[in-house]
């Protein structure tokens, strides 16, 4: 099952991932901004750095969500048969809280793997840029700050992942009650769950974006060499007092339409697979 998830997830995450980021980590804002929304950034990058600029740090995510991914549901699937005292009909608020419990280990992995993604896309120009790919950029942040450095924004991812999976998997479940019909099975694969599944995504990405605004600013390459920010709560402070608060939503739409297909695919592919395993198992034990 996570083999199938991962890469109906790899490939529905490929949308838009150098947009957001540009977004988020532009500090002009007004009428002297770079980029004005999410089609400008687009036609930017395609104009100055080809359809290959789209996908700079991809390689790091398409590696890591192998991991990711199957970390993220075998660690909700132990918690949730933990916290849950009836395992067949679990309460929303025992999903939540298994996938909180998901999102906080999933940090211990995705911090990193985020960190290189961002220092990739954050890079313009070629014949400037500070890393050669995702290797020599893992090199060169170990050499320079040791493995600790690939944790820089590790506290910040963890307040991003922790609610933001809780509000991810309860969302789906809501969704699949509020959408399916009394007399529907939730474990067949339809229409109706791919819009669960999609709209679980953009409701987990809402629940937390204004920190991974600044989860990106941290994780810049541009905080790397200037060290603006002291800690979360001071980039916070200095990011609302110098560019309003308007910029913790900066590349929600590009962050939204990404969100929806990437967590449709995924959410309906465990279904699918799911029941595929479950069918074989029975067949087998008969």
């Known amino acids: 099952m996570d083999a199938d998830v991962n890469a109906a997830a790899s490939l529905t995450r490929l949308c838009l991932p150098s947009c957001r980021v540009r977004l988020q980590t532009q500090h002009e804002h007004g009428t002297g ?15 100055e750095e080809k359809v290959a600029g ?4 991809m390689a ?3 590696v890591g969500v192998a991991v990711a991914n199957s970390l993220l549901f075998g660690v909700y699937g132990s918690a949730l048969r933990h916290v849950a005292s009836d395992i067949d009909a679990p309460t929303v608020s025992d999903i939540f809280w298994a996938g909180s419990i998901s999102g906080f280990v999933n940090a211990f992995f995705s911090c990193p793997m985020e960190l290189v993604k961002i220092r990739l896309q954050n890079q313009e120009a070629a014949a400037n840029a500070a890393y050669k790919g995702p290797i020599d950029c893992i090199r060169k942040i170990v050499a320079k700050d040791g493995i600790r450095g690939l944790y820089k924004g590790f506290g910040t991812t963890i307040i991003r992942e922790t609610p ?3 509000a991810y998997f309860a969302s789906y ?10 007399d529907a099975d939730p474990s067949e694969p339809s229409a109706r769950l791919l819009l669960a599944g999609g709209m679980a995504g953009v409701v ?3 629940s937390t974006y204004p920190f991974d605004v600044v989860k990106t600013r941290l994780q810049s390459i541009e905080e790397d060499s200037t060290k603006k920010y002291k800690n979360l709560s001071n980039a916070f402070r200095v990011i609302a ?8 939503f900066s590349g929600l ?3 939204a339409i990404r969100a929806f297909p990437t967590n449709a695919a995924t959410f309906y592919v465990v279904v699918l697979v799911r029941n595929f395993m479950n069918s074989n198992l029975t067949g087998s034990a008969s």
Do not use: D, N, Q
């Open 33 to 47: 901004r770079r980029y004005k929304g999410v089609y400008s950034c687009f036609r930017s990058i395609i104009r």
């Open 54 to 57: 789209l996908f700079k740090g």
């Open 60 to 62: 790091s995510p398409l």
């Open 164 to 166: 933001s999976y809780g």
């Open 173 to 182: 479940e809501l969704m699949t009650r509020l959408i399916l019909p009394p």
């Open 204 to 206: 987990g990405w809402l």
């Open 241 to 248: 007092r110098e560019e309003g608060y308007r910029v913790f």
């Open 253 to 255: 739409g590009a962050t």
